[in-house]
């Protein structure tokens, strides 16, 4: 069994090193199966590229590499990363490692119990949180809209900490158009839900410790539009 790892990057100079580090030192102590970190690089314009190359040359292939994509938005770089390496589950995590890294191995046990889709989830009674009011309530806004349009029981859409086997991947990912900013999250979990794919919520330990980078209202106005666009979709027939 082998999972694909994928970290999207985009001007990440200042913790790409240490995190990469991070990552590989943890899987190294998990033996029940193969993996490989792929750094999915979009359009840089620090030294990130550089120390990506640095880190190329410290770790064998086998384990890590990175590709440089042409993709405009976290989703599209994680979506293209995806299926750019062939693997029997796919996982993908933000560059700062806002999720403990000590949930890897309960996303892989949920999918080998035959879940379609795991993921991490910060609004679970048992899941260690740290984030601002004001990020809480836009979150817990966002994602109680989204359930109720689609009658989705799902709490958390957009924790950056998601994993899925190659039948989600072959079966909706492929379907999954919507991709500015980091909405394909939402996107798939609706599909997933639609079509009756296993969905698990795990409770995580997160930590929001850096400046988000991305601007609240251009998002916020980006992902509305997004939820419409895919109620409409779905109720006209245009996904296969």
């Not at 993996?35 to 064998?60: F, P, Q, R």
């Not at 999720?99 to 989830?121: F, Q």
């Not at 990020?135 to 998601?162: A, E, H, P, T």
């Amino acid at each position: 069994m082998k999972l694909l790892i994928v970290i999207p990057a985009h001007n990440e100079e200042k913790i790409i090193e240490e995190n990469v580090n991070k990552v590989i030192d943890f899987m190294k102590t998990q033996k029940d199966y193969s993996w490989h970190l792929l750094i999915g690089e979009n359009g840089s314009s620090d030294e990130t590229i550089k120390i990506l190359d640095k880190l190329s040359k410290k770790y064998a292939r086998k384990i890590f590499s990175y590709k440089s994509l042409p993709a405009r938005s976290k989703s599209e770089a994680i979506k293209r990363a995806w299926f750019s390496t062939d693997a029997d589950f796919y996982l993908h995590m933000d560059a700062d490692l806002s999720t403990d890294l000590k949930h890897i191995p309960k996303l892989v046990n949920g999918l080998s119990e035959g879940y379609d889709l795991v993921i991490g989830s910060r609004a679970m009674k048992t899941s260690e949180v740290e984030k601002s009011l004001k990020r809480g309530i836009i979150s817990f806004c966002y994602n109680l809209l989204v359930r109720v349009l689609f009658s989705l029981n799902v709490k958390d859409l957009q924790c950056g900490f998601k994993a899925i086997n190659k039948r989600t991947l072959n079966e909706i990912i492929k379907q999954t158009k919507y991709l500015s900013e980091g909405f394909m999250d939402t996107e798939m979990l609706i599909l997933s839900a639609n079509k009756g794919f296993k969905i698990k919520e795990i409770p995580v330990k997160w930590k929001d410790d850096r400046k988000s980078k991305f601007n609240i209202a251009r998002v916020t106005t980006s992902f509305l539009k997004n939820i419409l666009n895919v109620k409409r979709d779905l109720i006209l027939g245009r996904y296969k």
